[in-house]
């Protein structure tokens, strides 16, 4: 039999040797087909987003690059989010006055990343490293979310008007796996744009409609919301050939 002095001894080394507790953190991503404060008057995708985050009063960063960082552009995210209770900040790189972005990105608890330029954003997130930054603030348990640009840049693939009229495929961040086709009904020639991508070889991926947002939660499509009634989401697939539409369910956030 154990004395009292080896028991305790035992105890102390057991708890010296157990591993530190981590507490899980969900990788959160909210892509809007179109939608929000910069083409909606209703504020229901924008006060969904605000409540996928735990905080009572969210960090909530907008980032403009895929418009140039235009100052119109971030004076509507300040009304629209001045009235809520946040705390409001923007971020810009053509002007850009961050040193660390990472240490930046990793302290907002929502970044909601702006229309425009899918490509030019693109090529300048990589030449500042903030392509990095938000791939560890997405892992430290900030929500990234946006639209068009913003629902894009996300996934592996997207479908972009980037460089001219004509819709073209292009390579994403790939934080989501897939691709994905916002506007999927605000722009005649995009679902078609994105079924032929598709038909070329862009592996299949989410579609959104105006109004649509796509919930992921680690890496995984959690809920589908809209801010108009009859607005839909939609999985991408292609079957032996053929393009197939599986429409999702899409739940209105508004009152019927």
């Known amino acids: 039999l154990m004395d009292k002095n080896s028991i305790f001894l035992r105890f102390i080394h057991t708890v010296l040797c157990v591993k530190p507790f981590r507490i899980a953190i969900d990788k959160q991503i909210i892509a809007l087909g179109g939608g929000g404060f910069s083409m909606e008057s209703t504020p229901l995708l924008d006060d969904y987003i605000l409540r996928a985050s735990p905080k009572k009063k969210p960090r909530i960063c907008f980032v403009p690059t895929a418009c140039g960082d235009a100052d119109s552009y971030t004076v509507r995210f300040y009304r629209r989010f001045a009235s809520v209770d946040c705390m409001a900040t923007d971020l ?18 929502i970044i909601y990343v702006g229309g425009g330029n899918t490509a030019n954003m693109l090529a300048i997130w990589r030449e500042h490293g903030f392509d990095k930054a938000l791939n560890a603030a ?119």
């Open 92 to 109: 810009q790189l053509f002007r850009r006055q961050i040193a660390d972005l990472e240490e930046y990105a990793c302290s907002q608890d």
């Open 138 to 256: 997405l892992s430290s348990g900030t929500i990234l979310t946006g639209l068009s640009a913003g629902s894009i840049c996300w996934f592996q693939h997207g479908i972009t008007d980037s460089f001219g009229s004509e819709f073209q495929a292009l390579d994403c961040l790939g934080f989501l796996s897939g691709s994905n086709c916002p506007h999927y009904d605000g722009e005649s020639e995009r679902r078609p744009a994105y079924h032929k991508a598709i038909s070329d070889g862009m592996p299949g991926g989410y579609a959104a409609e105006d109004g649509v947002a796509l919930h992921f939660i680690n890496g995984n499509l959690h809920n589908v919301v809209s801010s108009r009634p009859k607005a839909q989401g939609y999985k991408i697939e292609i079957r032996e050939n053929k393009i197939e539409e599986f429409p999702l369910v899409t739940k209105f956030l508004g009152s019927n």
